[in-house]
């Protein structure tokens, strides 16, 4: 029974063996699993983080649409300072055109007031 029963252990120990062999293949798997598994974990979170920033901002044809108005508002207040702009440049002008005349006329009463003066001189001669 020696001989068989040592067979037998034999036999026992070369499974062991495989079966320890197969162990730390196996573990050596279930390691490279868990390591695509935290990387997949990881960029689920990286994921949802930026699906919530990007949830956070408006969509493309929203903001579009604002951009649009947006100009569209803008080039009504450049045409309105435009406007205005052509208009306080004709009050410049015809201020100033009021002023020489003002002054023009000024002139000429002064010129009158002087005349008489010199005619009332010279008749008094």
């Known amino acids: 029974m020696?001989?068989?029963e040592k067979k037998n252990y034999d036999v026992?120990?070369?499974?062991?063996?495989?079966?320890i062999?197969?162990?730390?293949a196996q573990i050596i798997d279930c390691k490279s699993e868990l390591v695509q598994a935290k990387r997949i974990r990881k960029n689920r979170q990286e994921y949802d983080v930026l699906a919530k920033l990007i949830q956070q901002h408006p969509l493309r044809?929203?903001?579009?649409?604002?951009?649009?108005e947006?100009?569209?508002?803008?080039?009504?207040?450049q045409e309105a300072n435009q406007k205005l702009e052509d208009k306080?440049?004709?009050r410049r002008k015809e201020f100033h055109a009021l002023m020489t005349s003002i002054y023009e006329l000024t002139q000429l009463l002064d010129d009158d007031e002087d005349k008489p003066e010199?005619?009332?001189?010279?008749?008094?001669s």
């Open 118 to 124: 010199d005619v009332e001189v010279m008749e008094t």
């Open 88 to 90: 306080l440049e004709t």
């Open 21 to 24: 062999v197969d162990a730390r």
């Open 12 to 19: 026992i120990y070369k499974e062991i063996e495989k079966q």
């Open 61 to 68: 044809q929203e903001t579009m649409k604002e951009l649009e």
């Open 2 to 4: 020696n001989v068989e």
């Open 70 to 77: 947006l100009d569209k508002e803008t080039k009504h207040l």
